[in-house]
């Protein structure tokens, strides 16, 4: 599979913890279930998800899965079927990722130490060697997310017209962001902000985001071409 081994794994310094975030309906996939349930090489994407974070080789030592209280039931019926050996824990998201992902973290309960990863659980492609080096970076600097530079030109938007940014100043964000736990806890005790896109926009007025190089592989499942191109990725290796 792609992406699955590590060069040259070493034991990390810090306990290491991950939230899964699925919170999709499947809309734009035009889809009867939502996408993290469609399949991908006959099983579901949130399984191909979960296996990359489960994999030895990264040493998570806590692997929680955040969905919506109506996909529950669905989801035990998936994993009993395909992956019964799999260990994660489940909990149930709030309205919004932000919400979700505090769940996450409250799941976590007393635990204060550690480096903790949040990653989409329709990113189910992300290379171990992108997941492990985030950690890596996280344990070094604090916070630390995924990244690629735009491959197109970019432009951004005036009253006027549009106008030329310099792309090479420009990354596109992916995930997996990690973080020193304590520092996400404090983050997520803020009140939610319509400014809050993603982890590292929640925590980046306390702490500076240290950036990783991301794969383009590392693609966010959300429309039919997508999965297509999931499909051809796996077929590849």
Same mark, same amino acid.
């Given at each position: 599979?792609?992406?699955?081994?590590?060069?040259?794994?070493?034991?990390?310094?810090?306990?290491?913890?991950?939230? !899964?975030?699925?919170?999709?309906?499947?809309?734009?996939?035009?889809?009867?279930?939502?996408?993290?349930?469609?399949?991908?090489?006959?099983?579901?994407? @949130?399984?191909?998800?979960?296996?990359?974070?489960?994999?030895?080789?990264?040493? #998570?030592?806590?692997?929680?899965?955040?969905?919506?209280?109506?996909?529950?039931?669905?989801?035990?019926?998936?994993?009993? $079927?395909?992956?019964?050996?799999?260990?994660? &824990?489940?909990? %149930?998201?709030?309205? %919004? $990722?932000?919400?979700?992902?505090?769940?996450?973290?409250?799941?976590?309960?007393?635990?204060?130490?550690?480096?903790?990863? #949040?990653?989409? /659980?329709?990113?189910?492609?992300?290379?171990?060697?992108?997941? *492990?080096? %985030?950690?890596?970076?996280?344990?070094?600097?604090? =916070?630390?997310?995924?990244?690629?530079?735009?491959?197109?030109?970019?432009? /951004?938007?005036?009253? %006027? /017209?549009?106008?030329? @940014?310099?792309?090479?100043?420009?990354?596109?964000?992916?995930?997996?962001?990690?973080? &020193?736990? /304590?520092?996400? $806890?404090?983050?997520?005790?803020?009140? *939610?902000?319509?400014?809050?896109?993603?982890?590292?926009? #929640?925590?980046?007025?306390?702490?500076? !985001?240290?950036?990783?190089?991301?794969?383009?592989?590392? !693609?966010?499942?959300?429309?039919?071409?997508?999965?297509?191109? =999931? *499909? =051809? @990725?796996?077929? $590849?290796?």
């Amino acid at each position: 599979m792609l992406g699955t081994k590590l060069p040259s794994p070493q034991a990390p310094k810090s306990p290491r913890f991950a939230i !899964i975030v699925a919170g999709g309906t499947g809309t734009r996939m035009g889809a009867d279930r939502p996408k993290q349930f469609l399949e991908l090489q006959g099983e579901p994407v @949130l399984l191909h998800t979960l296996r990359r974070f489960a994999a030895p080789a990264l040493s #998570v030592q806590r692997l929680v899965l955040v969905l919506p209280a109506d996909q529950l039931e669905v989801w035990q019926e998936l994993h009993a $079927r395909y992956a019964p050996e799999l260990r994660h &824990e489940v909990v %149930t998201g709030g309205a %919004t $990722r932000w919400a979700s992902v505090r769940q996450g973290l409250l799941h976590l309960g007393a635990q204060t130490e550690g480096l903790v990863a #949040v990653h989409d /659980g329709v990113r189910p492609l992300t290379p171990l060697s992108v997941i *492990e080096n %985030t950690y890596a970076a996280a344990e070094q600097h604090g =916070a630390a997310i995924a990244a690629v530079p735009p491959k197109d030109s970019v432009r /951004g938007l005036s009253a %006027t /017209g549009s106008y030329a @940014l310099d792309r090479s100043r420009l990354r596109l964000v992916q995930t997996p962001q990690c973080f &020193e736990l /304590g520092l996400l $806890r404090r983050a997520y005790q803020m009140p *939610e902000l319509p400014t809050f896109t993603d982890d590292a926009s #929640v925590v980046e007025d306390l702490h500076p !985001i240290q950036l990783v190089q991301g794969d383009y592989g590392n !693609i966010k499942i959300t429309t039919p071409d997508d999965l297509l191109l =999931a *499909e =051809a @990725l796996l077929r $590849r290796g």
